[in-house]
């Protein structure tokens, strides 16, 4: 079981920055895929970027070049950084944790990006 709890949401202007973290408790977080999703009101969920135990990483294309999620094992953390935000990257994001068929999900965190 792994609980994951979302921080650093919150309303920016375009071309703004955000970081989200992502605090994992429960298990042993550095066995775990680690993920940012978002959902727009309306919309389905999204993959927006994901980095696996080893590293690598991959990214939606809407957010290539501007958001960066990496890790912090020794903190149980993931991160994402929000660069040069626009108003469609409006959306409550999410942190997800995978291994095998394991699946956990956090409560959401607010982003809102408008003047």
């Known amino acids: 079981q792994v609980q994951l709890v979302e921080s650093g949401g919150g309303l920016v202007q375009p071309g703004g920055s955000l970081r989200l973290s992502c605090a994992a408790s429960g298990s042993i977080f550095s066995t775990y895929a680690m993920g940012w999703y978002r959902q727009a009101p309306g919309k389905q969920r999204e993959l927006v970027a994901r980095i696996s135990r080893g590293g690598s990483t991959n990214y939606a294309t809407s957010v290539k070049g501007r958001f960066t999620i990496s890790r912090d094992n020794a903190k149980n953390t993931v991160y994402l950084q929000m660069n040069s935000l626009k108003p469609e990257d409006t959306a409550v994001y999410y942190c997800?944790?995978?291994?095998?068929?394991?699946?956990?999900w956090g409560q959401g965190t607010q982003v809102t990006v408008s003047l």
């Open positions: 997800n944790a995978q291994k095998n068929i394991a699946e956990y």
